[in-house]
Each structure stands twice: as C-alpha cells, then as structure tokens.
C-alpha cells in the first residue's frame, strides 16, 4: 500500500489542499480510510468518487496496477482526475508489443514534439 494514494493513482500527500488541511485523503480501495472518504464525500458533496466507489466494491487496490480493465468507463466519463491524453497513452502502451516485436509510433504534439 501507498499511504495517502487514491485508487485513481493521485498521491493526495503531495496536494496542497490536503496539506492545507481543506481535504482528507483519498485511499487504495482496500484501505479503511476509503470508507471514511466515501463517506465524507457523500455527506459534504451529496455523491461519491465512482472511481474509489467501485475500486471498494472490487476490492482492487489501485486501478492502474491491479484492474484487468483499467482505464475503465468511470475514467473516460469523468471530467477528471486523469485527462483523456493520458488515458489514451494507458490504453496505447498497454496494447504495444513488448520487446522484440515491433512497437507503435508514440503520438505527437501539436508541433510534432514526442510525448512520451
Ligand atoms: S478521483 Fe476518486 S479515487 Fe482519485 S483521489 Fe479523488 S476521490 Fe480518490
Ligand atoms: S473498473 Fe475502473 S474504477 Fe473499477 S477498479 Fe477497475 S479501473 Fe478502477
């Protein structure tokens, strides 16, 4: 476990606003204290993160390194936490060959500058 580490993969330490003390942090879905997050999202906000929600139900620590199907519908359909940029190179990288077979061409930027 990563202490402070939301399923969605966002270190909730290294955020000003929990440091600041206007946010609690989030939790691997196997963590009590994503239970406490849920719950304070629900009382504060009337709704509750889909990610950590389902991460819960799933018993799945973090979506990124231990659901077969991330990045799932709750990503894509959401404004954030993680652009459809990233969430795109997730889904690209997952599919590439490994080595030894021949890899895809990385997408570009505007100026035609190697992302990643
Ligand atoms: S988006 Fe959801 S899982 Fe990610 S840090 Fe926020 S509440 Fe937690
Ligand atoms: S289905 Fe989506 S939100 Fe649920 S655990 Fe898997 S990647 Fe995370």
Redesign the pocket.
Known sequence: MTEGT???G?N?LTCGLMRQGKCSP?ASGLEPQAHK?LAA?LSLLGGV?P??QC?VQKKIAYCSADCAVYPCHHFSSGP??LSQGYLDMQIRRRTTARSGEAPQAPPRGKDGEKLH
């Open positions: 939301g399923a969605c966002i909730c989030c997050k999202q993160c990610i950590l991460a954030y936490p």
